[in-house]
């Protein structure tokens, strides 16, 4: 949801900031950058570690860079709390799944694995209308 939220925001953020072209594509590229780099590491040490230790490792990280986002007014400070979000979200994504089949098993599985599935659709959708508002 918050990448759908950015995504339709951004002419919003950029003009809010002061932000270049240059500055703005950076708002979202830092999240990617740092989602796509972590998301391995983050998942063996799910694996090697307490899952539910690092999924709430990754909540705490997320919030408070989503904090830091949220209270700035520098256009570096939002470019690098994203950076820093999407490293605590790079946790959350694996961990959630690996946390979803350990807890549950048969059906009950499926249907979480379906559930997550949709609230992750539905996610991105609410984010683009909380975006655009």
């Known amino acids: 949801m918050d990448n759908s939220i950015i995504f339709t925001s951004s002419v919003q953020i950029g003009q809010s900031l002061g932000l270049s072209a240059s500055q703005l594509s950076w708002i979202s590229s ?3 950058l740092t989602f796509g780099g972590f998301l391995r590491l983050s998942g063996r040490l799910s694996d ?16 408070l860079s989503s904090l830091m986002i949220g209270i700035s007014t520098s256009p570096m400070v939002v470019i690098l709390m994203r950076a820093v979000q999407g490293i605590g979200s790079s946790i959350i994504a ?4 690996a946390l ?29 209308l909380v975006g655009g508002g």
């Open 30 to 32: 830092a999240y990617t």
């Open 48 to 63: 090697l570690l307490r899952r539910k230790r690092i999924f709430q490792i990754g909540l705490i990280v997320f919030g």
């Open 94 to 97: 694996p961990t959630t799944l």
């Open 100 to 128: 979803i089949m350990d807890a549950y098993r048969g059906e009950m599985r499926q249907r979480a694995i379906s559930y997550y599935g949709a609230t992750s659709g539905i996610g991105s959708s609410v984010g683009l």
